[in-house]
């Protein structure tokens, strides 16, 4: 790390910081409300896996922006390919085709072998798009009755925070008034919590609700949580329980995923898997975009 070139001050989080720090702290406290914590760092500029403060002080960001920075900040191949992007056409608007937005949805789907890309521009969009296309699927093709799907997730899971993927995670934020019902880690009828890896009790709660669960999310490694591995054979269990009572296993790798466990999708560590629908976002793009993939077709 290089020295800092100003004088370091006492701030009120107990720790010593400079004084071009503790100015950026205080603006950000007095202006800006919202988002995650964040350290007691305010970064100026980043390449690679080195990122640089206000003091020219560098560190090694382990934290790659929660995954969207997994191939290095100002990747030289992403870069130029969004500049070049942005120089031709920065926007092509949703009332005309763009030519490179079909050859990557062609790309997506031939390297995952699904059939649709629908693309959004967060993490909690492209979760909230899998929700729709579950129950639509639910209302228009498995025949549960109307408002009685639901969605079942895992305890401790994340998957976003607006207010429509809040209501999945085992806590939900108080405050904010009705969340979308029937959703969330627990049995629709018993109320069982469902923990993360515990295929039997979802095996439980699928034999008791199956009728009327339109699908089944999970992070095939969690993140949120603590960085938390399935039981060996758990995702496979899950896929095949899925299919034994016709619901949809729905995969959310927006930060597992593309190549950050050695594979290009965590779930793929598990042979035999083929998720109805897969979320992706942040390191897919380059923290760009994020879609929701699907595998569904009209007969599923």
């Not at 004088?7 to 989080?13: A, C, I, M, Q």
């Not at 560098?58 to 995954?67: G, L, R």
């Not at 579950?134 to 079942?152: D, M, Q």
């Not at 975009?289 to 699907?294: D, E, G, Q, T, W």
Request: aromatic share 10%; glycine share 8%.
């Amino acid at each position: 790390m290089a020295p800092s070139a100003n004088p370091e001050v006492n701030h009120d989080n107990g720790l010593a910081l400079s004084e071009k720090t503790a100015d950026v702290i205080d603006r950000w406290r007095q202006n800006i409300r919202g988002g995650f914590a964040t350290f007691p760092v305010a970064i100026e500029s980043a390449k690679g896996h080195i990122i640089t403060d206000v003091d020219g002080k560098e560190y090694i960001d382990f934290i790659s922006q929660f995954a969207v920075m997994s191939f290095g900040y100002s990747h030289p191949k992403i870069l130029q390919a969004t500049v070049d992007q942005l120089q031709k056409m920065p926007l092509s608007g949703t009332a005309y085709i763009s030519p490179l937005y079909v050859k990557f949805a062609e790309r997506i789907n031939k390297k995952f072998g699904f059939d649709r890309v629908a693309t959004m521009m967060s993490g909690s969009e492209a979760i909230d798009a899998a929700l729709k296309i579950a129950r639509k699927w639910a209302y228009t093709v498995k025949g549960i009755p109307e408002n009685e799907a639901w969605i079942v997730t895992c305890d401790q899971c994340y998957h976003g925070s607006t207010l429509a993927t809040m209501p999945l995670a085992t806590v939900v934020s108080k405050d904010f008034g009705r969340h979308v019902p029937n959703v969330g880690p627990f049995g629709p009828s018993s109320r069982k919590l469902i923990p993360f890896g515990d295929i039997e009790t979802l095996r439980e709660t699928f034999e008791e609700d199956g009728h009327r669960i339109a699908a089944f999310m999970l992070e095939p490694i969690q993140g949120w949580a603590g960085t938390i591995f399935p039981p060996k054979g758990y995702l496979k269990a899950v896929y095949d329980l899925c299919k034994k009572h016709n619901i949809l296993m729905i995969c959310d790798e927006v930060q597992s995923g593309y190549g950050r466990t050695g594979k290009d999708l965590s779930y793929q560590h598990e042979e035999g898997v083929q998720p109805d629908i897969v979320a992706l976002g942040k390191a897919v793009t380059g923290g760009k975009l994020s879609i929701p993939i699907s595998s569904l077709t009209e007969s599923h």
